[in-house]
């Protein structure tokens, strides 16, 4: 059974900085991507960054210069740095890979986990 684990969420004044963590475990024979999505109420989920396996990564216009993405592949582990967070970065922050599978390529995703940006 393949996991998405997250972790790191909570509350944070704006300004301030946190950091999330997301562990893929099960059979996994490769990961093509390994990102993060975001979603308030009401609204579709939307990218806010991805990093391929090469190590390049996509961001959202509205998180450059302020977020940070990276990965370690030996331990299928994603990460996200949250600087100078603003109140309207406060959703629910989802893991989603692309995994190999026994031969099989698919999408994953997380259980959520909730930042919330306020003072």
């Known amino acids: 059974q393949v996991q998405l684990v997250e972790s790191g969420g909570g509350l944070v004044q704006p300004g301030g900085s946190l950091r999330l963590s997301c562990a893929a475990s099960?059979?996994?024979?490769?990961?093509?991507?390994i990102g993060w999505y975001r979603q308030t109420p009401g609204t579709q989920r939307e990218l806010v960054a991805v990093?391929?396996?090469?190590?390049?990564?996509n961001y959202a216009d509205s998180v450059k210069g302020r977020f940070t993405i990276s990965s370690d592949n030996a331990k299928n582990a994603v990460y996200l740095q949250l600087n100078s967070l603003e109140p309207e970065d406060t959703a629910v922050y989802y893991c989603?890979?692309?995994?190999?599978?026994?031969?099989?390529?698919?999408?994953?995703w997380g259980q959520g986990t909730q930042v919330t940006v306020s003072s």
């Open positions: 990093i391929s396996r090469s190590g390049s990564t």
């Open positions: 989603h890979a692309n995994l190999l599978i026994r031969g099989t390529w698919g999408i994953y």
């Open positions: 099960g059979s996994i024979s490769r990961i093509n991507a």
